[in-house]
């Protein structure tokens, strides 16, 4: 039902930068975010979020959590399902799990996301206009893209489905916006799907009144094995109360043994050395590391760009803030102007539940 005339909007994830990166447009538009990691927050927010942490489960038991909390989010007025806007994951299992158990009117399908080089053309998706099974990520070494014709991730059990071209974003929020009764459809996106979607739903923008604690000690977890993380992290440099722990790019034989290591170790140091911001790339990574520290829910503040969400969750009493990233976003700056961004303010209002 609706809150005050705001829609309120279920969200559901397959891993957690998708969980939170589909929250923040909304949030960027004045509206409240939670989420919960592999079950509902316990919030009256408007927009709740839940993490089912399946992309690295078998497709049987990802499509088993899919279920449930599409269910428990179904009440929602808006039901939005995110994938991965390389189609990496369980997303055709994902997809008919959900749509059965949300019990939408219709699919419509639209991993384009322009902002990140990530477009769809002809049903194609697209990463800097090369299909995406045939990129790095085809070759990922935890979660390839086996797929680049979208036709192909989508469940013959659905009848009633729409698959969204768009080469910029203008175009897909004008697609997006020209759908009637969005309450009956089960939407299926990427980031560039939850910034249309929150300028249809909420087309008031209000300026944030979150600022940003200065001088705080950075954890920076490069966890993700995309070449593109570990080129934002060279460019970091030798920062004042920045660390950075960094897992190797080459990790075929043992890719999950890796990032237990690491994250284990960066959960230890948060503990011990009190940073106040951990920023991880890889939603794995953040994954593990909020495993390591028992936080279960957290809420989303802000974006320091598209698609890197910032959000706060509260660590033995104390403030954390978390802020995560796809591993293959952002150019080769990004993370050095988080942690600029994160320099520059002076406190974070809000309430985590």
């Known amino acids: 039902m609706r809150t005050n005339g705001s829609y309120t909007i279920g969200i559901l994830a397959d891993d957690l930068t998708s969980a939170a990166d589909g929250a923040a447009p909304f949030v960027q538009r004045g509206l409240r975010a939670v989420v919960g990691r592999r079950r509902l927050p316990l919030s009256n927010a408007t927009i709740l979020a839940a993490d089912s942490g399946s992309r690295s489960l078998q497709a049987s038991q990802a499509a088993e959590r899919a279920s449930k909390l599409a269910a428990q989010l179904a009440s929602r007025d808006v039901l939005y399902k995110t994938v991965d806007s390389t189609l990496r994951g369980h997303v055709r299992a994902e997809i008919e799990a959900a749509f059965t158990a949300s019990g939408r009117k219709m699919l419509v399908f639209a991993p384009a996301?322009?902002?990140?080089?990530r477009t769809t053309v002809s049903g194609v998706q697209l990463v800097d206009g090369i299909p995406v099974a045939e990129t790095g990520y085809g070759r990922d070494p935890v979660h390839p893209a086996r797929h680049s014709r979208l036709v192909e991730l989508v469940p013959t059990s659905i009848g009633n489905v729409v698959i969204l071209d768009a080469a910029t974003q203008d175009q897909l929020d004008a697609k997006i916006a020209a759908l009637p009764?969005?309450?009956s459809i089960l939407w299926v996106g990427s980031p560039g799907m939850a910034l249309a979607l929150a300028k249809r739903l909420a087309p008031v923008q209000v300026a944030s009144d979150v600022t940003l604690a200065g001088g705080s000690e950075i954890l920076v977890v490069i966890g993700s094995a995309n070449p593109?993380?570990?080129?934002?992290?060279?460019?970091?440099?030798v920062a004042r109360g920045v660390a950075l722990l960094r897992a190797p790019?080459?990790?075929i034989n043992d890719p999950h043994s890796i990032l237990r290591e690491i994250a284990h170790a960066a959960a230890r140091r948060l503990v011990d050395e009190r940073f106040d911001v951990v920023i991880a790339t890889g939603g794995d990574t953040m994954e593990a590391i909020l495993d390591g520290l028992d936080i279960s829910a957290f809420e989303i503040l802000q974006e320091l760009e598209p698609g890197f969400p910032l959000g706060r969750a509260f660590l033995n009493g104390r403030e954390l803030l978390l802020a995560m990233k796809a591993g293959g976003f952002g150019d080769d700056n990004t993370l050095r102007r988080a942690i600029a961004q994160l320099r520059l303010g002076a406190s974070v209002s809000g309430q985590v539940l």
């Open 113 to 117: 996301f322009p902002g990140a080089g």
């Open 228 to 237: 593109r993380s570990h080129r934002q992290a060279d460019r970091i440099g």
């Open 249 to 251: 790019v080459d990790r």
């Open 181 to 183: 009764d969005p309450e």
